[in-house]
């Protein structure tokens, strides 16, 4: 098998992903238009933490990176639906249009929130680990 053949392959699906999505949304209302294209923008950011994590596994930025805006695709897919297909979907109206970048930035920062205590949960999980088990085997000599 060649070398990154695995970061190839998933780079091509992502790259797809964007353009049918980019081909999506001719023809479309302008909400309709605006909420693919920020999902779009987080599918591009995917697909470059992709590539700097090809070329530098052993730097974690780009694999925290990848992580985040993975989370950010699904859960902005979670809010389209009710923007798009609710009962009463959102008007394409100026304030409707102001708001979902805006909510798309809380999606960002939200799911930085949940990278961020995720990583520091397994910090200190591993930390009190270490203690627990050099104290075991410190414990174990007297």
């Known amino acids: 098998m060649p070398k990154n053949l695995d970061y190839c392959s998933i780079v091509l699906a992502f790259t797809m992903e964007s353009f049918l999505f980019s081909m999506h949304i001719q023809d479309r209302d302008l909400i309709d238009t605006k909420v693919h294209i920020l999902l779009i923008y987080s599918i591009v950011i995917t697909i470059i933490s992709l590539v700097c994590e090809m070329v530098s ?30 009962d009463k979907p959102w008007e394409g109206n100026h304030h409707n249009m102001l708001l979902i970048p805006i909510i798309f930035t809380w ?21 009190r680990a270490q203690v627990i088990s050099y104290e075991l085997v410190n414990n174990q000599d007297d």
């Open 107 to 127: 999606h960002i920062a939200g799911n930085l929130a949940m990278i961020i205590l995720t990583a520091l949960t397994t910090y200190f999980r591993v930390k």
């Open 57 to 86: 596994p052993h730097n974690p930025i780009p694999a925290i990176v990848k992580s985040w805006f993975l989370l950010v695709q699904g859960t902005w897919f979670l809010q389209i639906c009710p923007i798009l297909y609710a």
